[in-house]
C-alpha cells in the first residue's frame, strides 16, 4: 500500500532531550516536507526536499534539522526541544513539488 | 512572503450547495491545493489549479482567477461527512516552489 509512515504517532519529553521523527515513504517520490499545525496558525511548512541531499528552510525551521541521505526517508530532529515545540507535526511526500501531497498520520509532541 | 486568506468557519445545511473562497497573495505563482481534513487525521487531497477556470470532480468543484488571487472550492448536495476543515494552499515564493497553507475553514454540516 503506497503511504507515508510517521512514529512514533505520540511523544512526550522533557526540554532539552534531543529526539528524532521518522518519515518514509514508499512512492518513490522526490519532494517531502515537514509541517506542524497548531490551533489558529493552521499548517506551518518547517523543511522541504526537493530530492536526495537537497533541503531547504520553510517558514519556521528554527529549532529543527532534517536530513536527506536515502529518497524514501526524511527524519525531522529537535536538538533541543523546548515547551513551543510542543504541536501536531506532519510529515508529507509527493512526486513533485507542484503535484499533490501525501500526508503521514501525524506525530503529536508535547515537550514539557 | 506569501499570504492566504479564507473564512475561519461555515455552516451549511445537508444537501445543500456551499462556496469556500480562498485570496491569496504571492509572488512567483505555481498553482493552487485543497485539501480536506477531518479533526485528528491527516490532510487529503481535493483539488488542483494552476490556469484559470474550473476544474470539477464529483461533487467537489474548484475555480481559479490568477488575476484577482482568488480561488473557491464549491461542494455540492452536501453530506453530513463533509463537516471537515478546508485548506487552501499556494505554491509560489520567488523559486515558485514555496507552498503556504491557509489556517482553513471549518465546515459545518447540519441536518
Known amino acids: 500500500e503506497a503511504q507515508v509512515t510517521q512514529n512514533p504517532r505520540y511523544l512526550i519529553t522533557v526540554t532539552g532531550k534531543k529526539l528524532t521523527v521518522t518519515c518514509s515513504q514508499n512512492m518513490n517520490h522526490e519532494y517531502m516536507s515537514w509541517y506542524r499545525q497548531d490551533p489558529g496558525l493552521g499548517l506551518r511548512q518547517i523543511y522541504y526536499?526537493?530530492?536526495?541531499?537537497?533541503?531547504d528552510k520553510g517558514d519556521v525551521p528554527e529549532g529543527y534539522k532534517v536530513s536527506r541521505k536515502e529518497k524514501r526517508n526524511f527524519p525531522l530532529i529537535l536538538e533541543s526541544p523546548s515547551p513551543n515545540q510542543t504541536s501536531l507535526y506532519f510529515c508529507?511526500?509527493?512526486?513533485?513539488?507542484?503535484?499533490?501531497?501525501?500526508f503521514g498520520n501525524g506525530t503529536r509532541l508535547t515537550v514539557t | 512572503g506569501q499570504n492566504i486568506d479564507q473564512p475561519t468557519e461555515m455552516t451549511a445545511t445537508e444537501g445543500a450547495i456551499v462556496q469556500i473562497n480562498c485570496t491569496y497573495q504571492t509572488s512567483g505563482f505555481n498553482g493552487l491545493f485543497w485539501y480536506q481534513q477531518h479533526a485528528g487525521e491527516a490532510p487529503t487531497f481535493l483539488s488542483y489549479?494552476?490556469?484559470?477556470g474550473l476544474e470539477e470532480k464529483g461533487r467537489f468543484s474548484s475555480f481559479l482567477s490568477r488575476s484577482k488571487g482568488y480561488s473557491y472550492l464549491l461542494l455540492k448536495e452536501l453530506q453530513m461527512k463533509d463537516s471537515a476543515s478546508y485548506l487552501c494552499?499556494?505554491?509560489?515564493?520567488?523559486?515558485?516552489?514555496?507552498?503556504?497553507f491557509g489556517t482553513g475553514t471549518q465546515l459545518k454540516v447540519e441536518l
Open positions: 508529507a511526500s509527493s512526486i513533485a513539488y507542484n503535484s499533490p501531497l501525501h
Open positions: 489549479n494552476v490556469l484559470d
Open positions: 494552499a499556494v505554491m509560489g515564493g520567488g523559486g515558485g516552489n514555496k507552498l503556504t
Open positions: 526536499s526537493m530530492n536526495v541531499e537537497v533541503t
